[in-house]
């Protein structure tokens, strides 16, 4: 938990979460638990099919052998959808629908000039993730009617 704890505000809600997530429950609440949860397989990189999350810069683009590279140095995504699949409390199994569709739907929603233009990038995941909140909305909503219609008068 020490490498989310470098990245936090420590002063903010986060840290003390982290902490008091950590404390509470170490054997789940630590960084190979974390990576086997949401990392992925880094054959090139770390010579290994195990899921994992490495600390890693994403490589720059380049073609050929280091797109392979860029790929498996590319996890932000994975974290940040798993952070709102979280969000829409979608089960687990869910992630390994939504995270590919949301990923194609960013990269299809990307206005970037080049790929390595990752403000804009950011921004179509965030495009992305409010579709997704909004259909969520849109569906509970839907639910929330049918048990209202459901209900005997």
């Known amino acids: 938990m020490q490498a989310a704890a470098r990245h936090v505000d420590p002063t903010g809600f986060l840290d003390g979460e ?12 630590n960084e190979s638990a974390i990576a086997a949860a949401f990392g992925t397989p880094k054959p090139t990189l770390a010579h290994s099919q195990a899921p994992q999350l490495l ?3 994403t490589f720059p683009t380049l073609m ?3 797109s392979r590279i860029l790929a498996e140095s590319w996890e932000s995504t994975n974290l940040f959808f ?9 089960p687990a199994a869910q992630l390994n629908v939504v995270i590919p569709d949301w990923t194609r739907r960013s990269v299809e929603t990307d206005l970037a000039t080049h790929l390595e233009d990752w403000p804009a990038l950011l921004r179509a995941m965030r495009v992305t993730a409010e579709q ?3 259909q969520n909305r849109k569906l509970m909503a839907a639910e929330s ?9």
Request: aromatic residues 2%.
């Open 18 to 29: 982290i902490r008091r997530l950590a404390a509470a429950d170490p054997m789940h609440c």
């Open 132 to 134: 997704a909140r909004a």
């Open 82 to 90: 798993a952070a709102l699949a979280d969000e829409l409390m979608m």
């Open 55 to 57: 600390n890693l810069r």
């Open 64 to 66: 050929g052998y280091s």
């Open 145 to 153: 009617r049918r048990g209202t219609e459901d209900r005997p008068q």
